[in-house]
């Protein structure tokens, strides 16, 4: 079996892999993009040779050689990093795009949104089932992460399942959903695993990641225990993270506000769940997606401003987002002193959010609101997850991902813990690199 990767081994983003097992048959694994350089972009200009130019897409030259070998597009989940590409890259592929409902959706969405017309079929797959490609099996596993029907892949080959475990966490209590199907993947493990292809951005976090039970908990202690009588409630979030929307929606009807959803790309996924059947709970909010629907709503919202929850984008700083145009004053609303601003999520860690976010937070300070940061769990599995994973799979074959080299070393350090060896059984990569595992 050979391995490429692609993309998401020399960063965190642009995840890619592609597998070609021994019959030369071929399927690549997620297709995402580099975000931070697209913060940077100007709305609209999200074209192929702009997002190729600032490094946002994979570099696919490393397996051109493959185009006429790939049976599959198989994409794990709904989140940019890992299916924003598509889009951009799939039509270089006479393969079908297989995709869990609410990602299928979230593709469809983007495809529209930036007016391109998609060559393959998207064929939706449900969480916990099993399909064929040229007689090879493929399951998606249903696995916990922070968006919804996220799917550990499993391809089944003769030497053995080859396992993609790219973005996931062991939450025993999500909000929406099941558990991770644990059953199935120790059924998997007692028929052998050759290679395990596994999420290495918290593997130096000595713990385990908290279950999203946990940020719900403390956002209902925020929003339903602290002075917010005249206050109006601001919260931003990630706009794919269905579950923390559930939660602000429910703990907003419990005090009795108004519930807003300001923001394109909270219309995008929350919408794609209506269409995949997995939510109900837009029937108790508005949603606003366009700059002047927008400034119509927020002019009433500044009438009364204490009957109101926001929930808008902006949780990164991004230039143009709900929040920051907020801070500015380029709205008919103003923000005043002790209006609450709960960040539900953490700054990920690339200089250009950095920069953004602190520049918010000291605009909002200026504005004297009242500033809740880091109400969040991570959506990734921390160190001990990933040791209980490699425990349960016992994998012949590790390959560390999501990750810059010190992230990849970090995972790899555990694994030499658990009795790997660097370069035989467990591997570092990089973008562009292929390895021959037998």
Same mark, same amino acid.
């Given at each position: 079996m050979k391995f490429h990767a692609v993309g998401g081994f020399s960063e965190v983003g642009k995840n890619m892999v592609a597998i070609e097992l021994d019959n030369g048959k071929t399927f690549i694994v997620d297709c995402g993009l580099y975000l931070p350089p697209i913060v940077e972009l100007e709305e609209g200009r999200h074209t192929p040779s702009r997002l190729k130019e600032i490094g946002a897409l994979p570099n696919i030259s490393s397996i051109e050689k493959l185009r006429g070998k790939v049976c599959a597009q198989i994409i794990s989940h709904a989140h940019l990093d890992h299916v924003g590409a598509v889009p951009y890259l799939e039509r270089n592929y006479k393969a079908d795009i297989f995709a869990t409902p609410f990602t299928i959706e979230v593709l469809n969405a983007l495809a529209r949104d930036n007016m391109i017309n998609m060559k393959n079929r998207r064929r939706p797959i449900h969480p916990n089932s099993h399909f064929q490609v040229n007689g090879v099996d493929i399951e998606f596993l249903h696995v916990t992460h922070s968006t919804l029907q996220t799917a550990i892949?499993?391809?089944?080959?003769?030497?053995?399942?080859?396992?993609?475990?790219?973005?996931?966490?062991?939450?025993?209590?999500?909000?929406?959903?099941?558990?991770?199907?644990?059953a199935r993947l120790k059924k998997i493990a007692e028929d052998g695993v050759h290679t395990l292809i596994v999420d290495s951005l918290y593997a130096a976090a000595e713990q385990k990641t908290p279950s999203e039970k946990i940020a719900r908990e403390m956002l209902g202690d925020i929003l339903l225990n602290t002075q917010n009588d005249d206050a109006c409630i601001i919260v931003t979030t990630f706009s794919s993270h269905i579950a923390?929307?559930?939660?602000?929606?429910? =703990?907003?009807?419990?005090?009795?506000?108004?519930? &807003? #959803?300001?923001?394109?790309?909270?219309?995008?996924? $929350? +919408?794609? /769940?209506?269409?995949?059947?997995?939510?109900?709970?837009?029937?108790?909010?508005?949603?606003?997606?366009?700059?002047?629907?927008?400034?119509?709503?927020?002019?009433?919202?500044?009438?009364?401003?204490?009957?109101?929850?926001?929930?808008?984008?902006?949780?990164?700083?991004?230039?143009?987002?709900?929040?920051?145009?907020?801070?500015?004053?380029?709205?008919? =609303?103003?923000?005043?002193?002790?209006?609450?601003? &709960? #960040?539900?999520?953490?700054?990920?860690?690339?200089? $250009? +959010?950095? /920069?953004?976010?602190k520049a918010l937070d000291k605009r909002l300070r200026e504005k004297g609101a009242r500033i809740f940061l880091d109400v969040h769990v991570s959506g990734h599995a921390a160190r001990e997850d990933l040791r209980d994973l490699i425990t349960m799979l016992k994998p012949k074959h590790v390959i560390p991902a999501h990750g810059d080299i010190p992230k990849l070393t970090t995972l790899a350090g555990l694994c030499v813990e658990m009795d790997y060896k660097i370069g035989k059984s467990v591997h570092i990569t990089k973008n562009g690199q292929t390895l021959n595992l037998v």
């Open positions: 892949i499993v391809i089944h080959s003769d030497e053995g399942a080859i396992i993609y475990a790219n973005d996931f966490k062991l939450d025993n209590f999500p909000v929406i959903g099941r558990k991770p199907n644990y923390r929307l559930k939660s602000i929606v429910d =703990f907003g009807k419990q005090i009795d506000r108004k519930i &807003i #959803f300001l923001g394109r790309s909270l219309g995008k996924y $929350v +919408n794609s /769940a209506v269409r995949a059947n997995l939510i109900d709970f837009h029937k108790d909010i508005e949603i606003y997606s366009y700059r002047k629907d927008i400034k119509k709503i927020l002019k009433k919202v500044a009438e009364r401003p204490d009957k109101y929850l926001l929930a808008c984008t902006g949780h990164q700083g991004e230039p143009g987002s709900v929040l920051v145009r907020l801070a500015h004053d380029q709205f008919p =609303f103003k923000l005043r002193p002790r209006d609450h601003v &709960i #960040f539900s999520s953490k700054t990920i860690p690339a200089p $250009v +959010n950095e /920069a953004n976010k």
